[in-house]
């Protein structure tokens, strides 16, 4: 890899007893989509305001295109945030919104022009040029706020929440324009989002936060594949966690109190216990044939497919994904999970 635009090295950050940020390091690669990704609380603004300069960190090293960023002031970092509540000026059209970092800079006015209007075509905004902000639809204040933010040309541009006040429908449609955007600018983007559906659509690589700690780095379905903690399994997507214990008589295997599940890969001793995470689409469900017996209890209908609570013991209810056929509350099945499906997490994790 050539030398990161950003590197955040081992920062900290407390307000009085409260631990923001605790030796977190992160690099983010020119042209690159991040995305910081953890529940309430978990530190992903206070990092955001770090490397924008709105904080300081209590210690630690940011650099940005290698450049010490100690002591930089905001605006002398090649850097620009965009807020989750756009603080759009609501005086001024949005002509003059997306002009406003262009005209601080002290730009020629034909060169302000042919910014402006290259970032309203790219964000389709250019029959809008005219409107004031409160005659918008949030959608798109939303792309006033991304084209203003982009127009300066920063290095690095950092997004709290940006789809956080739009719908559902609208979201998904956004998140496609604003990857697109970012291709075609070839701005680095870090995106704060506790949202963990938008950050595997979205993101090249997402930094799984938890209590001011980065638990995990990684492209999207490392993540949702391979997560490095049961933390990260439980945050990102749904997981069954099953308990039991590893024997090593006949080839390695996972045993739990319903089925004895071979695993090849496993570091883990004879007798250690464990907690598997597996994943509701990694179990098959059929109505007959060979398998686990269990009996669905509840289902929730999702469209592409069925979540069913399939009961396989006394103590465990496991959720498994259908993507054929009906099922009705009662109905005896018979799941099967593959060799090696799923992470095993040791207990002491
Ligand atoms: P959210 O998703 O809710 O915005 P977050 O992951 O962005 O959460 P932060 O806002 O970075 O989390 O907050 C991290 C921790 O630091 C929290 O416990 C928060 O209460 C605390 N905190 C943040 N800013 C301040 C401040 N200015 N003074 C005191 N405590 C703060």
């Given at each position: 890899m050539?030398?990161?635009?950003?590197?955040?090295?081992?920062?900290?950050?407390?307000?009085?007893?409260?631990?923001?940020?605790?030796?977190?390091?992160?690099?983010?690669?020119?042209?690159?989509?991040?995305a910081?990704?953890g529940?309430?609380?978990?530190?992903?603004?206070?990092?955001?305001?770090?490397?924008?300069?709105?904080?300081?960190?209590?210690?630690?090293k940011?650099?940005?295109k290698?450049?010490?960023?100690?002591?930089?002031?905001?605006?002398r970092?090649?850097?620009?945030?965009?807020?989750?509540?756009y603080?759009?000026f609501?005086?001024?059209?949005?002509?003059?919104?997306?002009?406003?970092?262009?005209?601080?800079?002290?730009?020629?006015?034909?060169?302000?022009?042919?910014?402006?209007?290259?970032?309203?075509?790219?964000?389709?905004?250019?029959?809008?040029?005219?409107r004031?902000?409160?005659?918008?639809?949030?959608?798109?204040?939303?792309?006033?706020?991304?084209?203003?933010?982009?127009?300066p040309?920063?290095?690095?541009?950092?997004?709290?929440?940006?789809?956080?006040?739009?719908?559902?429908?609208?979201?998904?449609?956004?998140q496609?324009?604003?990857?697109?955007?970012?291709?075609k600018?070839?701005?680095?983007?870090?995106i704060?989002?506790?949202?963990?559906?938008?950050?595997?659509?979205?993101?090249?690589r997402?930094?799984?936060?938890?209590?001011?700690?980065?638990?995990?780095?990684?492209?999207?379905?490392?993540?949702?594949?391979?997560?490095?903690t049961?933390?990260?399994?439980?945050?990102?997507g749904?997981?069954?966690?099953?308990?039991?214990?590893?024997?090593?008589?006949?080839?390695?295997a996972?045993?739990?109190?319903?089925?004895?599940?071979?695993?090849?890969?496993?570091?883990?001793?004879?007798?250690?216990r464990?907690?598997?995470?597996?994943?509701?689409?990694r179990?098959?469900?059929?109505?007959?044939?060979?398998?686990?017996?269990?009996?669905?209890?509840d289902?929730?209908?999702?469209?592409?497919?069925?979540?069913?609570?399939?009961?396989?013991?006394?103590?465990?209810?496991?959720?498994?994904?259908?993507y054929?056929?009906?099922?009705?509350?009662?109905?005896?099945?018979?799941?099967?999970?593959a060799?090696?499906?799923g992470?095993?997490?040791?207990?002491?994790?």
């Amino acid at each position: 890899m050539t030398a990161p635009l950003l590197s955040v090295s081992e920062i900290s950050k407390r307000y009085g007893a409260v631990v923001a940020l605790e030796g977190v390091s992160l690099n983010v690669g020119a042209g690159e989509f991040f995305a910081l990704l953890g529940p309430s609380g978990c530190g992903k603004t206070t990092l955001m305001r770090c490397i924008a300069g709105f904080e300081t960190p209590d210690s630690g090293k940011l650099t940005l295109k290698s450049a010490d960023l100690s002591g930089v002031p905001p605006h002398r970092r090649p850097v620009n945030m965009m807020f989750q509540s756009y603080a759009l000026f609501p005086h001024l059209n949005v002509y003059e919104n997306v002009a406003f970092g262009l005209r601080r800079k002290g730009e020629r006015e034909e060169a302000i022009r042919a910014r402006v209007s290259e970032l309203l075509d790219m964000t389709q905004l250019a029959p809008f040029g005219a409107r004031r902000i409160n005659e918008l639809s949030g959608g798109q204040r939303q792309r006033v706020a991304l084209a203003r933010a982009l127009a300066p040309r920063p290095a690095l541009l950092l997004l709290d929440e940006p789809l956080g006040a739009l719908d559902r429908k609208l979201r998904e449609e956004t998140q496609f324009q604003l990857k697109e955007i970012q291709r075609k600018t070839r701005t680095s983007f870090v995106i704060v989002t506790h949202d963990q559906d938008e950050a595997l659509a979205i993101a090249d690589r997402i930094a799984v936060m938890r209590t001011g700690k980065v638990e995990q780095i990684a492209a999207p379905i490392e993540i949702y594949e391979k997560p490095a903690t049961r933390f990260v399994a439980g945050f990102v997507g749904e997981m069954n966690f099953i308990e039991g214990e590893i024997a090593r008589d006949d080839g390695a295997a996972f045993v739990t109190s319903f089925a004895r599940l071979p695993r090849a890969e496993c570091a883990l001793p004879q007798g250690a216990r464990a907690t598997l995470g597996l994943r509701p689409e990694r179990i098959e469900v059929s109505r007959d044939g060979e398998g686990v017996a269990g009996r669905v209890e509840d289902f929730v209908f999702r469209g592409e497919y069925t979540l069913l609570r399939v009961r396989v013991a006394p103590d465990v209810v496991l959720r498994v994904g259908a993507y054929d056929g009906r099922f009705a509350i009662g109905d005896d099945v018979k799941l099967t999970i593959a060799p090696d499906a799923g992470v095993l997490f040791a207990e002491s994790e």
